[in-house]
């Protein structure tokens, strides 16, 4: 069953979607520039290197993400689907890792903040994903052509 387009919907869920790449640009790079991450001593220049790259990756696709949800030019069922994509490619896998064997949401002596014994970069790994997912279902819902802006 079709849903009837709806304007509202349709700002609310890009509106959504905006939000998930804003934050996937600006969280990794707010948490992870600095001592903790890429100037860690203790960390291998190498690892610091893949952390380096991460950073820019997602900048740079979450960037180009927040232009083609905007752009009047662009195909909005591709747009949609990269502009979920991203932020779930990124941060649900925060969701699982905890779960392979060796592996620390803590890197002492940086240790996260929790909420309920929960660490704030899972639930924030969630409540992004969620938003992402939320604003691509309300998107997809109102019932616009793929190429309508």
Do not use: C, Q
């Amino acid at each position: 069953m079709k849903v009837a387009p709806s304007p509202v919907g349709r700002e609310a869920g890009r509106g959504l979607l905006t939000l998930a790449n804003v934050i996937t640009v600006v969280a990794p790079v707010a948490a992870d520039w600095n001592d903790s991450h890429i100037f860690n001593r203790r960390w291998p220049s190498h690892a610091r290197f893949h952390g380096a790259v991460a950073l820019a990756m997602t900048s740079t696709l979450a960037g180009l993400n927040l232009w083609s949800l905007w752009s009047p030019s662009t195909d909005r069922r591709t747009s949609r689907l990269f502009a979920v994509a991203v932020p779930v490619g990124y941060w649900a896998p925060f969701l699982v890792a905890p779960l392979v064997r060796g592996t620390g949401v803590d890197d002492p002596p940086h240790p996260i903040p929790r909420v309920g014994g929960v660490p704030t970069s899972l639930l924030g790994a969630a409540a992004t994903t969620l938003t992402a997912v939320a604003g691509w279902l309300l998107d997809r819902r109102t019932g616009h052509p793929a190429t309508s802006a």
